[in-house]
């Protein structure tokens, strides 16, 4: 902080559990992470290689202690995760996550039909090796998922030994928790909010309108996903107050427009 405004919300510190900011890296060059860590670093706290990225990443150890070494909690997307399943190679993608020394691991089932059971044991099985944040949602609206079947997978996941779960949006932000326009589904987002801790819930919001409503609706320190790297000190800025859209958020009824 360059100076000491008035009004401003307390944010969490690092090592945090709520207020988080996950990004996103679809492809950083080694220079680039090293310029985004200097400018945005103390705002991050979730680094996830994109999709299966880590597989084609050139430099991947190298990128990976950059990461670490800065303090990021760093994993690979679940599309790896479930890239391997299909394939039947679970015991692979376990001595996959050890050739790379991972500490966390993502379990999702976006693009796979993978029976709930089934992951549930694949969260408990990682679970004993890592950290784990299981994803919950579809990459497709053909695959509609009702609100109350949410927030029971969000639940029995967290028991089964997630640290968090992970609310779907898509990197396009127009699936799952969002409608086909990008706005928000209240009424999902509703059920979920009443049956779970949003300490234990990331919501993917890639967009800027989506961030503002979420920090709109559960405060500064609400815990929020697939981030662009270029995004994080602005993000930063919605949670404090310091951009337009949560400008009013936080300042006394004084202070606001009449």
Do not use: C
């Not at 945090?16 to 200097?38: H, P, W």
């Amino acid at each position: 902080m360059n100076y000491q405004l008035s009004y401003l919300p307390e944010r969490t510190v690092k090592p945090r559990e709520s207020g988080l900011t996950m990004v996103m890296d679809k492809g950083l060059s080694l220079r680039d992470a090293e310029n985004m860590i200097q400018i945005s670093g103390d705002y991050i706290d979730l680094l996830k290689l994109g999709f299966g990225t880590s597989l084609i990443t050139p430099d991947l150890k190298e990128k990976l202690k950059i990461y670490k070494e800065s303090g990021l909690k760093t994993y690979f997307g679940g599309t790896m995760f479930e890239a391997f399943v299909i394939r039947g190679a679970f015991d692979e993608y376990r001595k996959y996550l050890d050739l790379f020394d991972m500490e966390y691991a993502e379990v999702s089932d976006g693009s796979i039909i993978l029976p709930h059971d089934e992951k549930l044991d694949y969260i408990r099985k990682l679970s004993g090796q890592v950290t784990v944040l299981s994803e919950v949602g579809a990459k497709t609206t053909d695959i509609p998922i009702p609100d109350s079947v949410w927030v029971g997978y969000m639940k029995s996941e967290l028991e089964a030994g997630s640290w968090k779960v992970i609310g779907e949006a898509r990197e396009s932000g127009t699936i799952g928790l969002y409608h086909k326009d990008g706005s928000a589904n209240r009424s999902l987002i509703d059920d979920i909010v009443q049956h779970i801790s949003i300490d234990d819930i990331i919501w993917e919001a890639p967009n800027k309108a989506q961030q503002a409503w979420f920090i709109k609706l559960l405060g500064a320190n609400v815990n929020v996903g697939n981030i662009a790297p270029n995004e994080v000190v602005s993000l930063e800025a919605l949670r404090l107050g310091l951009r337009g859209d949560t400008f009013y958020r936080f300042l006394p009824d004084e202070m606001q427009l009449k």
